[in-house]
Structures are given as structure tokens and as C-alpha cells.
């Protein structure tokens, strides 16, 4: 799919993650909201962070730290906007934050975090500082899913997408 979105001469990660931005900020202009605004900005930093992950014209070298830390921090700054959103959304809407969607989020945080604890400590290399980094992206990105999770889960519907959506986040940057 990559190579359908080489435009320009530039790789075809960097022109889809501009244009997933660019479609946010569209859909928070003509069906304008709170919530929505802070979504397309949210988009925003993770467009960001995948341009600084993916090092994009060489820009990871010209940090002063890993570029790797520098988009994890904009995945999570990313995280906190959408758990934002979700919030006003939820009050807006006079809806439970503690539900069965958020208590099963809950549940499959737990269950990563035990995994992830067993299998950092069994391949011998255990670092308590990609352990912390781990925990704490782990925490942020799974509060983002309990707090979509309750809002699926209460609105039902379509709206069940995304909560698809904050699974798969979830599950692709535990892989990463």
C-alpha cells in the first residue's frame, strides 16, 4: 500500500500519515466540535510522531536525544489528547465513565501488564528503564482505550468503531 502514496517523490508512510492529518482537520472543519478539534489535533502529533519514528530527511539525527523517545513522546502526548476528547465527549453527553466497556479495558490492561512483566523479566536483558518507559506508554495508551471503551460501550452503534480503533493502537504499538 505504500507505494500507492509515493506523491511527490516522498515516501508513501510520510504522504498517508500527512493525509489522515490533513482528512482530521477537514472533518473537525465541517462538522466542527470540541471534541473533534482536539481528535485533529491529536492526529496532528501522531503524524509527527511517525514523521520523527520514520526519520523522515534524516531529522532523528539532528536530536539531542533517541528519536526514538521523541516519537513515543508525541504517541503519548497524542493519547492524551484523545483521552481528552473522549472526556468532554462522555460529560457532554451526561454519560458513566465506569462501565462494562471501561471495566473490560481494564481487564486487558491488567492482562498486558502481568504479560509484559513476565516476558521483560524471562529474556534474561530486563532494563528498568525500558521497563518504566514501557509501563508508563503502556498506562497512557491503555487509559486511552478504557476511555474510548466506556464511550463506545455507552453509545453503541457505530460508534463501537472506535473502540475497534483504540484496540488495534493498543495492540500495534505493544508490538513496536
Request: glycine letters at 8%; hydrophobic letters at 60%; charged letters at 5%.
Amino acid at each position: 500500500m505504500n507505494q500507492y502514496f509515493q506523491w511527490f517523490g516522498l515516501p508513501g508512510s510520510f504522504v498517508l500519515t500527512c493525509l489522515m492529518s490533513l482528512m482530521a482537520v477537514i472533518l473537525a472543519a465541517v462538522f466542527p466540535s470540541q471534541h473533534r478539534w482536539i481528535c485533529a489535533a491529536a492526529m496532528i502529533v501522531s503524524s509527527l510522531g511517525d514523521i520523527v519514528l520514520m526519520n523522515f530527511k534524516g531529522i532523528g539525527h539532528r536530536m539531542p536525544v533517541p528519536y526514538f523517545y521523541v516519537g513515543a513522546v508525541l504517541f503519548m502526548a497524542a493519547h492524551l489528547l484523545y483521552i481528552r476528547a473522549f472526556l468532554l465527549r462522555i460529560v457532554r453527553d451526561g454519560r458513566q465513565l465506569v462501565n462494562g466497556g471501561f471495566l473490560a479495558a481494564v481487564a486487558v490492561i491488567l492482562i498486558v501488564w502481568i504479560l509484559l512483566t513476565v516476558f521483560s523479566v524471562r529474556t534474561g536483558k530486563f532494563s528498568w528503564t525500558m521497563y518504566a518507559l514501557c509501563f508508563v506508554y503502556m498506562c497512557i495508551i491503555g487509559c486511552n482505550c478504557a476511555v474510548i471503551f466506556s464511550f463506545a460501550f455507552s453509545a453503541g452503534g457505530w460508534y463501537l468503531i472506535a473502540a475497534a480503533g483504540a484496540l488495534s493502537f493498543f495492540i500495534s504499538d505493544l508490538i513496536i
